[in-house]
């Protein structure tokens, strides 16, 4: 009897899910088997690294909470120390990034990024105990130390579990862990604060302590449940909640095998060679990527310490205030998951980038101009849209980061590289919004505009060097390298 037709839909090597059917002797699978298989990861890995995602961005995003609840009156500091504090954290996430993410090719996922979370979780539950100014900047200094790594871990392990193809869109999805914490968070503030006053307890304190034991609860279920690699799937602690045959094992290696030879083993008990480190440091054709994350992204850190307490000084309570702030970062899922399928169907991954920074700018342009004319929900709404653009580009910048790195240490320290320049540009971007520039910061929004507009002219100059350096090797210019590699073709 004739199979269904998806039973003889099997994969050739070297060919996509869409390249049609070929032998099954070839491969010894089927698509329907490798969806199976696939389905598995995504519903045990990506689920799991969105939820520590999403502990990660609630333990450093509340503080903009807290200050609707009094938090700087309370502690006696003031606006300049609340921006140094969060500086020192996003130092102290940049100093330890590329070593956490050496420490994660060294000990495996399961360990490290579970021992991360319930680090990070002890310290933001430890906050309650902040009285002063120096206990406000230690405690973001250890904050920034324990999540230094997550985010390239946490997509370093996706692309050790997914091909290329699918990569872009996982991304996205586990990045909806950062960008939907700044959605619920105002939320579970307009609750927790309302703690206010019980067991003697302020209410910032109670929204510190619950999110941090939170987070601490979400670390023992990474403990548990956290699969390894394709080679090694089973969690540390447990079976696992879902279980991965012989036969999903094989396909998951072998597929990936076929989509990048060097994706293998995963990202377990993997060395790097400082030599492949300082190599992938000094690839200056992949510069550009960086400086335009660090300008884009050094606009979103204003936005997310002080929207709330702009829409209180727009005359909305502290509960409202909170619960008007998530409006726009909810509305931010919805276009990261466009612009990743609009980057995932086209392939045009650069121009994709652009075009999310393009609406960006323009929404930027529009709210600082229109600002100081409109009336209360008028303003609402302009940064609300501002809230809903600020972010559309980052998950498939990363993606186009991804494609176009070789081995799997190359592509992990480019990420940790990635990061530490989007989280360098969030260290400077504390300072764009100043109390003299209160309430509206018009000044802030310049420079916002003026940081954009470069890091979209950096990222026209990333697609110009991918061209251009295609075409030579189409030209024959570009030879063989000294250790017998091809010339490269980049995704432009």
């Not at 209360?376 to 494609?403: D, E, F, I, K, M």
């Not at 989280?423 to 309430?439: C, E, F, H, N, W």
Request: include cysteine.
């Amino acid at each position: 009897m004739a199979q269904p037709s998806v039973e003889k839909k099997v994969h050739k090597a070297g060919k996509d899910v869409d390249s049609g059917a070929s032998s099954s002797v070839e491969e010894g699978w089927t698509e329907l088997d490798e969806a199976k298989a696939r389905r598995k990861v995504d519903f045990s890995v990506l689920p799991l690294l969105f939820l520590g995602l999403l502990v990660f961005q609630l333990d450093r995003m509340n503080i903009a909470s807290a200050l609707t609840g009094g938090f700087a009156e309370d502690i006696g500091v003031s606006l300049d120390t609340i921006n140094a504090g969060n500086q020192m954290m996003f130092a102290g996430i940049v100093l330890l990034e590329i070593p956490s993410n050496l420490a994660l090719q060294k000990l495996g996922p399961r360990k490290w990024i579970a021992g991360q979370v319930l680090a990070f979780g002890t310290v933001a539950s430890l906050q309650i105990f902040i009285h002063n100014k120096a206990g406000f900047l230690v405690s973001r200094l250890i904050l920034g130390f324990c999540e230094s790594g997550y985010i390239p871990g946490a997509i370093y392990t996706l692309s050790t579990w997914y091909a290329k193809r699918e990569l872009a869109k996982r991304v996205a999805i586990l990045f909806f862990g950062m960008f939907g914490a700044n959605a619920i968070s105002p939320l579970l503030a307009t609750g927790i604060l309302k703690l206010d006053g019980v067991r003697g307890l302020h209410g910032w304190q109670w929204l510190f302590l619950l999110e941090g034991l939170f987070t601490i609860a979400v670390s023992f279920i990474l403990i548990f449940f956290l699969p390894g690699s394709p080679d090694m799937p089973r969690p540390l602690l447990s079976p696992g909640l879902i279980k991965f045959s012989t036969n999903d094992r094989d396909i998951l290696e072998k597929r990936l095998e076929r989509d990048d030879k060097e994706k293998r083993g995963g990202a377990q008990g993997m060395e790097i060679p400082l030599q492949l480190v300082w190599k992938t440091i000094t690839h200056y054709k992949r510069w550009p990527h960086f400086i335009s994350t660090f300008c884009l992204f050094s606009t979103w850190s204003s936005l997310t310490t002080y929207t709330p307490s702009i829409f209180k000084s727009l005359g909305w309570d502290t509960i409202a205030a909170n619960a008007l702030a998530a409006v726009g970062a909810s509305l931010s899922l919805a276009f990261v998951f466009i612009f990743a399928y609009i980057s995932d169907k086209t392939n045009r991954r650069g121009g994709t980038v652009i075009l999310a920074q393009v609406c960006f700018l323009v929404t930027l342009i529009v709210a600082r101009e229109v600002h100081p004319h409109v009336g209360q929900w008028s303003r609402w709404g302009l940064w609300t849209a501002v809230n809903a653009l600020a972010v559309g580009y980052h998950p498939v910048h990363n993606t186009w980061v991804q494609l176009n790195c070789r081995s799997p240490g190359e592509r992990s320290i480019s990420i940790a590289m990635w990061v530490m320049s989007a989280i360098s540009g969030l260290m400077v971007g504390t300072q764009y919004y100043q109390a003299k520039d209160r309430p509206f910061y018009s000044n802030g929004l310049r420079i916002q505009i003026i940081m954009v507009s470069i890091g979209i002219c950096f990222a026209i100059l990333q697609v110009g060097i991918y061209k251009v350096h295609n075409r030579r090797v189409v030209e024959g210019r570009h030879k063989v390298g000294e250790d017998g590699q091809e010339p490269q073709i980049y995704v432009p």
